[in-house]
């Protein structure tokens, strides 16, 4: 596939060290073929480790999970067999983690990358399934520093009620939560995750998304609830935050909750000031602890949302073409987002001022990398991170994974496979000076 690029240097290799290869082979308890054993372990004395992409196959069940190993430029031996196919890959705020929630077998299973810093080195282990999180139908997940908020929505049909836990890798460690709240209603909605504080969505219909947002804070191992957002929130989806502020997306437009200590404050930009109209409205976000703005979708319009002073600016992403969004991501330290449209380019934006950095031309082909949908999603599947950051895309139809270097805007060799890719998640070592990228918002048809 010919690669067309524009105001771009010229394509560079990943900067990966080859190492000797691990000698992987081994079966866990079910006899199924594992990723090795922990006798596997590796010291290094140097400062990084690219990382591993925790990649899930759309073959047979779309239950099997493969590693690719980012220093050695190779599959790691072996498989990871999941109970059910994930609905989604999560990465830990710490980075060490993968999250494979399944969400109609009402579970969360554990994968530990197998890479973390030990003193002034780094420990190197065969990736392995670390155990299981349950709870009712768990769905949206987001990540705020150090913290993550796993939503559970629960079953109104069978009177079980929606449920939230706190992460964070020291705790996914154990298998375990940090603190665990069951809420008061079933229903489709979010959590966000401010140290003690934690912000989740309530519904007070019978039916239909949550209206408002409940303040808890945290006691021990569980929470209390100490008030709720003075302004509702009709049709809620979608959330994201940054250090002073929570953003929420609404039916007739954005909620934003500002933090002052113990203190919140609301404001509500309706549509019209948002300059959508119609059916048009904000239903996830994008947003990075650091960052001051928040990006909001609504469809395959992009609105640059600065909670401040409520004002809202459009990105023109388009550049006049007639494509739409199919993924988006911000990078690692929130420096650049990246766009991929439904023609198979790749956009990456300057956050500082929001110009665009780069435009890759033809990073996948739609036509091969995205096939029919077999039960385990259509999308291309990408996940932006790495240092320097990398753009990692999911090539069904050539079964690899392209590969985009952030700030040289460069297609890179690509990652070459022996199955199909699906979702796929990036674990490896949260650097020292590295601030965590948050996980945007997802969409779910549910």
């Given at each position: 596939?010919?690669?067309?690029?524009?105001?771009?240097?010229?394509?560079?290799?990943?900067?990966?060290?080859?190492?000797?290869?691990?000698?992987?082979?081994?079966?866990?308890?079910?006899?199924?073929?594992?990723?090795?054993?922990?006798?596997?372990?590796?010291?290094?004395?140097?400062?990084?480790?690219?990382?591993?992409?925790?990649?899930?196959?759309?073959?047979?069940?779309?239950?099997?999970?493969?590693?690719?190993?980012?220093?050695?430029?190779?599959?790691?031996?072996?498989?990871?067999?999941?109970?059910?196919?994930?609905?989604?890959?999560?990465?830990?705020?710490?980075?060490?983690?993968?999250?494979?929630?399944?969400?109609?077998?009402?579970?969360?299973?554990?994968?530990?990358?197998?890479?973390?810093?030990?003193?002034?080195?780094?420990?190197?282990?065969?990736?392995?399934?670390?155990?299981?999180?349950?709870?009712?139908?768990?769905?949206?997940?987001?990540?705020?520093?150090?913290?993550?908020?796993?939503?559970?929505?629960?079953?109104?049909?069978?009177?079980?009620?929606?449920?939230?836990?706190?992460?964070?890798?020291?705790?996914?460690?154990?298998?375990?939560?940090?603190?665990?709240?069951?809420?008061?209603?079933?229903?489709?909605?979010?959590?966000?995750?401010?140290?003690?504080?934690?912000?989740?969505?309530?519904?007070?219909?019978?039916?239909?998304?949550p209206e408002k947002v409940d303040i808890y804070h945290q006691h021990n191992d569980h929470y209390h609830q100490e008030g709720t957002v003075s302004l509702d929130c009709p049709g809620l989806h979608g959330?994201?935050?940054?250090?002073?502020?929570?953003?929420?997306?609404?039916?007739?437009?954005?909620?934003?909750?500002?933090?002052?200590?113990?203190?919140?404050?609301?404001?509500?930009?309706?549509?019209?000031?948002?300059?959508?109209?119609?059916?048009?409205?904000?239903?996830?976000?994008?947003?990075?602890?650091?960052?001051?703005?928040?990006?909001?979708?609504?469809?395959?319009?992009?609105?640059?949302?600065?909670?401040?002073?409520?004002?809202?600016?459009?990105?023109?992403?388009?550049?006049?073409?007639?494509?739409?969004?199919?993924?988006?991501?911000?990078?690692?330290?929130?420096?650049?987002?990246?766009?991929?449209?439904?023609?198979?380019?790749?956009?990456?934006?300057?956050?500082?001022?929001?110009?665009?950095?780069?435009?890759?031309?033809?990073?996948?082909?739609?036509?091969?990398?995205?096939?029919?949908?077999?039960?385990?999603?259509?999308?291309?599947?990408?996940?932006?991170?790495?240092?320097?950051?990398?753009?990692?895309?999911?090539?069904?139809?050539?079964?690899?994974?392209?590969?985009?270097?952030?700030?040289?805007?460069?297609?890179?060799?690509?990652?070459?496979?022996?199955?199909?890719?699906?979702?796929?998640?990036?674990?490896?070592?949260?650097?020292?000076?590295?601030?965590?990228?948050?996980?945007?918002?997802?969409?779910?048809?549910?």
């Amino acid at each position: 596939m010919q690669r067309m690029m524009k105001n771009l240097k010229q394509n560079a290799a990943l900067p990966l060290s080859l190492l000797a290869a691990f000698t992987m082979a081994g079966c866990n308890e079910t006899g199924t073929s594992s990723l090795g054993s922990a006798e596997d372990e590796h010291d290094h004395a140097h400062e990084a480790h690219p990382g591993r992409l925790v990649i899930a196959s759309r073959d047979g069940a779309g239950d099997q999970l493969y590693v690719y190993d980012l220093e050695e430029s190779a599959l790691l031996p072996g498989n990871l067999a999941l109970d059910n196919a994930p609905s989604a890959l999560y990465t830990s705020p710490g980075k060490r983690f993968v999250l494979a929630p399944q969400r109609d077998a009402n579970q969360v299973q554990i994968i530990d990358g197998g890479l973390y810093q030990h003193d002034d080195h780094v420990d190197e282990v065969s990736p392995s399934l670390t155990g299981t999180l349950t709870g009712p139908a768990p769905t949206h997940y987001r990540v705020h520093g150090e913290q993550a908020a796993l939503f559970y929505d629960g079953d109104a049909g069978n009177a079980i009620m929606a449920e939230v836990e706190l992460l964070t890798d020291d705790s996914l460690e154990t298998a375990s939560s940090v603190a665990s709240q069951t809420l008061a209603s079933a229903h489709h909605g979010v959590a966000e995750p401010r140290g003690d504080v934690l912000l989740a969505t309530f519904r007070t219909a019978a039916s239909g998304l949550p209206e408002k947002v409940d303040i808890y804070h945290q006691h021990n191992d569980h929470y209390h609830q100490e008030g709720t957002v003075s302004l509702d929130c009709p049709g809620l989806h979608g959330a994201g935050s940054n250090e002073d502020y929570s953003v929420f997306g609404c039916s007739d437009g954005v909620l934003i909750v500002h933090q002052d200590g113990e203190n919140f404050t609301a404001q509500h930009v309706n549509n019209a000031a948002l300059g959508l109209a119609g059916s048009e409205r904000v239903g996830s976000f994008d947003s990075h602890h650091e960052m001051p703005h928040f990006v909001g979708y609504a469809g395959d319009r992009i609105l640059i949302i600065h909670p401040d002073d409520g004002d809202v600016q459009e990105l023109d992403w388009k550049e006049g073409a007639a494509v739409s969004l199919d993924s988006h991501s911000l990078d690692p330290h929130g420096e650049h987002l990246v766009l991929l449209d439904d023609a198979g380019d790749l956009r990456i934006f300057d956050t500082a001022d929001w110009s665009e950095h780069a435009h890759v031309e033809n990073a996948v082909d739609p036509a091969t990398a995205a096939p029919p949908a077999s039960g385990h999603g259509s999308r291309v599947a990408m996940t932006v991170a790495g240092e320097p950051a990398h753009a990692f895309l999911s090539d069904a139809g050539s079964q690899s994974i392209v590969v985009v270097h952030l700030e040289e805007g460069s297609i890179e060799t690509p990652l070459s496979l022996n199955f199909t890719p699906g979702a796929l998640a990036w674990a490896g070592l949260a650097g020292a000076h590295e601030e965590h990228a948050e996980d945007g918002d997802h969409d779910h048809d549910h």
